[in-house]
Nanobody, 115 residues
């Protein structure tokens, strides 16, 4: 299993970014996918999750209404569209999935929101 995130960077408050996570090594279309984030000195937290068929999407209260998770099963990719970014969104963002035995993580992509 390999998860490779991209799309992070430096953005001003109020700006937007779209993160991508390219998945390989498993049958992507069968698995729920999630985005987590971790800021320095804090625990990793769930940001958003999407079911295998995209019907169910869940968001942390702190991002609901600003972030949108989506997926393209034909491209084995999950996305996180982040709008109205705030300084408190600054963190390393990780792509995640799991099977019955293991949890899988990408290497993370840094998002910094600062003027």
């Amino acid at each position: 299993v390999q998860l490779v995130e991209s799309g992070g960077g430096l953005v001003q408050p109020g700006g937007s970014l779209r993160l991508s996570c390219a998945a390989s090594g498993f049958t992507f279309s069968r698995y729920r996918m999630s985005w987590y984030r971790q800021a320095p000195g804090t625990e990793r937290e769930l940001v958003a999750a999407i079911s295998s068929d995209s019907i169910t999407r869940n968001y942390a209260d702190s991002v609901r209404g600003r972030f949108t998770i989506s997926r393209d099963n034909a491209k084995n990719t999950v996305y996180l569209q982040m709008n109205s970014l705030k300084p408190e969104d600054t963190a390393v963002y990780y792509c995640h999935t799991r099977d019955s035995s293991y949890a899988y993580w990408g290497q993370g992509t840094q998002v910094t929101v600062s003027s």
